[in-house]
């Protein structure tokens, strides 16, 4: 949910506008479980940082999401566990390759209208156009090559493979993208519990010393 | 001991009179709705963004090259960091949701009304102060939304007359929004809360020399008022125990909800992201300022329609006392501009095409004519009220009034 | 107005009252542990909290400083002859050579005079703190005042020969 979006929700009710160029994600499910967020962490650590960075996720807080440090250790190479996780190729090598260069995944998952919606659509947006050449229906001036192969998938047993791939991945950088928010739910949970006990014996309480006041005649 | 010590103050500071006066035994109406408790519930707003402003100062970095980077170190790396970022960023839209509905309630029980003038007027002082934080405040993340917010609000200085481009380098210290303009924007978003507390300190000092209003409008006999402790500090807790359970489950489970997307990206001159809208607390004055095809004019409304508040006093002529509670006309008046104020939001997200461009400009007439028509309005009602008879309550209050004047 | 129960001053202090009290006040003050927490080390700078140190660079006789925990750590490389001296029991703090080394060749003290603050500079026979003239010996015991304290040994340990990591 954005902001943008909560009172046209609300006023398109009776309104006749319609938000104009709304390009139409695909709004399956993003999975929050761990084992998905591991799998989806493997891919990144092994696929997508061949090319792309994540300036703001330490190898170590990998070790932190679960990952052996066996794991970690071979993703990592020679980089300290205290560095970033940094894309294989070089910027400057990419860009030269690519026309672009590859952006920051860090924050992908929260840094576009539609959030993990939009990521995962754009993954699976890989099709062909009319004179053969790849085209992505998300994002159409796309550098980025259909990696999962998408595109490419004829039955759908291989959409399928390739749809719970970009889920995974969509999964991790959304970890990536706000690694405390388990703590933040798990904290919240306790902390709403406390404060609606507090409502209520403030309510109580409110209600005992207000008794003789609201006996008396409404003004 | 205890009572030596606070002898030995009192006759050297008024603390026991303070206390007594102020808060224990201050009379207040004993029929104050809870639309009541926004005003203490803003003073407690103000207290924790106070707080959690002056720990996340202690993380944050006003430095282009770095300022993206640590709300990421503070998100990311700092103990209980995003707890209070994310306190900071929902209690910013916390703080202008609860001023507005402070304001709503005054507005339709007509406490602006006399004596109530000054009390009106420093709380509109405060309101400009609150809008001129959050505005330097929300450049601090230096996302594209902070940057490009802060770029187009600056630019409607240039609608100042004969120095309208040297008003804008000067209030940026650059060309463009850059490292000058972010650090000077960190320094005063510092100061500004302070000046605030001082504001609201006039504001109560104002209050208290007036007291509260109450739903009635009419003031209550002293039998009628009762003292501040306890009734009112057990019910101003359960107002703050409420809103900590909407604020808290903003905060936890969806506080993303009041960030753009866009402002995840860190900010980039060259760049403008597709649409470019201000915090909601801003979508109606913004929506105004576009209603109007020429810079100069556009700024003009805007800041007209923020100041036009202050002359609601004056505006109001009826003599039955009050706000919506016995006057049927005004209590119409405030839905219909309620209802404006949510359409002129509305207009104000949504980027602008032939059709909300007339919405806009028609919710901006509204807008004014709810303000501009109220004298005529009021004194229609009142010859109306007045001929179809009107409560016991405010027949006295209208006869006490004739009394005094002869 | 002899009744604790009227409209002036209504009854309050009951049950009901104390519970809420102190619910509210415990969760008040629990409020508080984040902002506490929130000015503690933050991940990243824990994470530097152990420094990993090639010993195989220093030749005997020289020292070499590093950070740890941004603190600087003196690590000197003894000679036969500086061990030799350093039997003698120190007057200030006194402690034996043997119980401030792990391996006798090799010092490794954190270079804070324990006085005020300052990094003492390497001098003649050990070091001297410029700030108020602590003098301290090739063992990083104090020789001569006003430094209370010999310079603190960190926590380490040999990951082999020539390999040390402190924290």
């Known amino acids: 949910m954005n902001k943008r979006f909560l009172l046209p929700l609300l006023l398109s009710l009776f309104s006749s ?203 | 001991m205890f009572k030596s010590t606070l002898a030995w103050i009192d006759q050297r500071f008024p603390l026991t009179h303070f206390i007594k006066n102020d808060l ?135 609608a100042t007359p004969f120095f309208g481009e040297q008003v804008v380098v000067w209030l940026r210290g650059d060309f463009q929004v850059g490292d000058a303009t972010l650090t000077r924007f960190y320094a005063l978003h510092f100061l500004f809360p302070f000046i605030i507390v001082g504001a609201v300190m006039i504001h109560l000092i104002a209050l208290h020399t007036v007291k509260s209003s109450n739903p009635r409008g009419i003031e209550l006999k002293p039998k009628d008022n009762i003292p501040f402790h306890p009734y009112y500090t057990i019910k101003d807790m359960l107002g703050v125990a409420v809103y900590l359970v909407v604020f808290s489950a903003f905060v936890f489970f969806v506080p993303n909800t009041l960030i753009e997307a866009a402002n995840n990206i860190p900010a980039n001159p060259m760049q403008t992201p597709a649409h470019i809208v201000p915090e909601w607390y801003f979508l109606p004055f913004y929506a105004i300022l576009r209603s109007v095809p020429d810079l100069a004019g556009g700024v003009a409304a805007m800041g007209l329609s923020v100041l036009i508040f202050a002359a609601m006093p004056y505006l109001d002529r009826s003599r039955i006392p009050g706000g919506a509670r016995y006057r049927p006309a005004y209590r119409f008046l405030f839905f219909i501009f309620l209802a404006d104020m949510l359409v002129l939001g509305y207009v104000g997200a949504v980027p602008v095409t032939a059709d909300t461009a007339i919405v806009g400009r028609v919710a901006t007439e509204i807008y004014f004519l709810t303000f501009l028509l109220l004298p005529w309005i009021s004194k229609k009602e009142e010859a109306y009220l007045i001929k179809r008879g009107l409560p016991p309550a405010v027949e006295e209050f209208l006869q006490n009034n004739a009394n005094k004047k002869h | ?109 954190v270079g804070i005079c324990t006085h005020l603050g300052c990094v003492p500079n390497r001098s003649e026979n050990g070091w001297l703190c410029a700030c108020h003239g602590s003098q301290y010996d090739d063992s990083g015991r104090v020789t001569h005042g006003p430094a209370p304290h010999n310079l603190d040994v960190p926590p380490y340990k040999f990951l082999s020969a020539d390999r040390i990591v402190i924290g």
């Open chain 3, 1 to 109: 107005m002899s009744s604790k129960d009227n409209v002036v001053n209504p009854e309050r202090r009951n049950f009901l009252g104390k519970v809420t009290t102190v619910a509210g006040a415990t969760g008040a003050a629990a409020a508080c542990w984040p902002l506490v927490s929130s000015m503690n080390p933050s991940v990243d700078v824990l994470s530097n909290a152990t420094t990993e140190v090639d010993l195989s660079h220093i030749p005997p006789g020289g020292m070499h400083t590093v950070a740890w925990q941004g603190k600087p750590v003196f690590i000197l490389h003894r000679t036969e002859e500086e061990i030799n001296r350093m039997k003698e029991l120190s007057q200030i703090e006194p402690v034996a050579d043997e119980k401030r080394v792990q391996q006798p060749q090799w010092l490794v003290v």
């Open chain 2, 24 to 158: 224990a035994d201050y009379p207040t109406p004993r029929n104050l709705s809870y639309w009541w408790n926004f005003g203490s519930l803003a003073g407690l707003v103000l207290v924790m963004q106070l707080v959690t402003g002056i720990f996340l100062a202690m993380h944050y970095k006003p430095d282009i090259a770095t300022a993206f980077d640590s709300i990421q170190h503070i998100m990311r790396d700092v103990n209980y960091g995003w707890l209070l970022r994310y306190m900071h960023s929902t209690g910013a839209s916390a703080f202008f949701a609860v001023i507005y509905i402070h304001m709503a309630r005054t507005l339709y029980h007509g406490s602006y009304r006399a004596p109530r003038e000054l009390l009106w007027w420093t709380g509109q002082g405060l309101l400009l102060l609150l809008m001129a934080t959050a505005f330097m405040g929300y450049l601090l993340p230096w996302g594209q939304m902070s940057y490009w917010g802060a770029a187009v609000i600056t630019n409607l200085f240039r």
């Open chain 1, 17 to 219: 506008f319609a938000l104009a160029n709304e390009i139409e994600l695909e709004h399956d499910p993003i999975p929050t479980d761990r084992a998905s967020v591991l799998r989806g962490a493997e891919q990144v650590a092994t696929v997508c940082s061949s090319c792309h960075g994540l300036k703001y996720v330490q190898y170590r807080s990998l070790l932190d999401l679960g990952i052996a440090k066996e794991t970690v250790d071979v993703w990592r190479g020679d980089k300290p566990l205290n560095s970033a996780m940094k894309p294989q190729m070089a910027p400057d090598d990419a860009a030269a390759a690519f026309g672009v260069t590859p952006p920051d995944l860090s924050l992908m998952a929260v840094a576009r209208e539609g959030g993990v919606h939009y990521l995962y659509s754009y993954l699976m947006g890989y099709g062909v156009g009319a004179n053969g050449e790849t085209t992505n229906r998300i994002f159409t001036v796309t550098k980025m090559p259909d990696v999962l192969g998408i595109s490419a998938a004829s039955d759908a047993k291989q959409r399928e493979e390739i749809s719970a791939k970009a889920k995974d991945i969509t999964a991790f950088l959304n970890w990536a993208a706000d690694p405390r928010a388990g703590d933040r739910r798990s904290l919240g949970i306790y902390v709403i519990i406390y404060l609606l006990i507090m409502t209520i014996l403030l309510f109580l309480w409110k209600k005992q010393i207000w008794r003789k006041i609201d006996a008396m005649e409404k003004l």
